[in-house]
């Protein structure tokens, strides 16, 4: 079985038989394919103002922390009245899934699981024993099941996958993957894989002459 580790900037490198080695995250085969088929950047990889670029980091600062304040919760670390106010409207959403979702703090479930699959890594939410879940704290778009589906072919077993978007008014929303997105969103991953490797062999040969 192969082994990886996160470096600060985010990226993985998985330990081959040839060496340590960088492969791509799930979240960055999406960006590109999204990108392919859009015909336009990821929001953080085009130029931007000064304005918008305070906007991006404060939601992404905002999603880390909601993020870690669960896995504190799941873990029975979390200190509810320490919340920072800014983050009460997203957690009030998590405890209601967490009580239709019935989990329960302390019960050992994996939570930030690093995943090693054909070719890319990728870090999921929650898994329990038989589901894939992973928290979002911003609208739903089409690329999060080929993200799923990613995840969900490294861990063997799982019942289903999918996806709770947390608002910052309480509200929340879960969002299963059927049998017939997975296998679609699946498709669609490999194909960006695809593409990444197309890309990377044309920029060789672009170096080489």
């Known amino acids: 079985m192969l082994t990886a580790r996160i470096d600060e900037n985010h990226k993985y490198w998985v330990q081959t038989p040839e060496g340590e080695v960088e492969w791509p995250s799930v979240t960055t085969v999406c960006s590109k394919w999204k990108?392919?088929?859009?015909?336009?950047?990821?929001?953080?990889?085009?130029?931007?103002?000064?304005?918008?670029?305070?906007?991006?980091?404060?939601?992404?600062?905002?999603?880390?922390?909601?993020h870690e304040a669960i896995d504190?919760?799941?873990?029975?670390?979390?200190?509810?009245?320490?919340?920072?106010?800014?983050?009460?409207?997203?957690?009030?959403?998590?405890?209601?899934a967490k009580a239709r979702l019935r989990l329960k703090s302390g019960a050992?479930?994996?939570?930030?699981?690093?995943?090693?699959?054909?070719?890319?890594?990728?870090?999921?939410d929650l898994i329990t024993e038989k589901n894939l879940l992973d928290w979002k704290t911003g609208k739903h778009d089409w690329t999060h099941y080929m993200q799923l589906g990613a995840y969900r072919k490294c861990v063997p077993g799982l019942k289903r996958a999918g996806a709770c978007y947390l608002s910052q008014d309480g509200s929340?929303?879960?969002?299963w993957m059927s049998k017939d997105e997975y296998q679609k969103s699946w498709r669609w991953f490999w194909a960006a894989m695809d593409l990444l490797d197309c890309r990377k062999a044309h920029t060789r040969q672009g170096n080489n002459e």
């Open 172 to 175: 929340y929303e879960i969002r």
């Open 35 to 66: 990108s392919a088929v859009t015909g336009r950047e990821a929001i953080w990889d085009a130029p931007m103002s000064a304005e918008m670029e305070s906007k991006v980091a404060i939601a992404r600062e905002k999603g880390v922390l909601v």
């Open 72 to 96: 504190m919760d799941l873990a029975g670390t979390l200190d509810w009245t320490s919340l920072d106010p800014a983050l009460q409207g997203y957690m009030a959403a998590y405890k209601k």
């Open 108 to 124: 050992g479930y994996q939570t930030e699981k690093l995943l090693v699959g054909e070719g890319y890594c990728g870090t999921a």
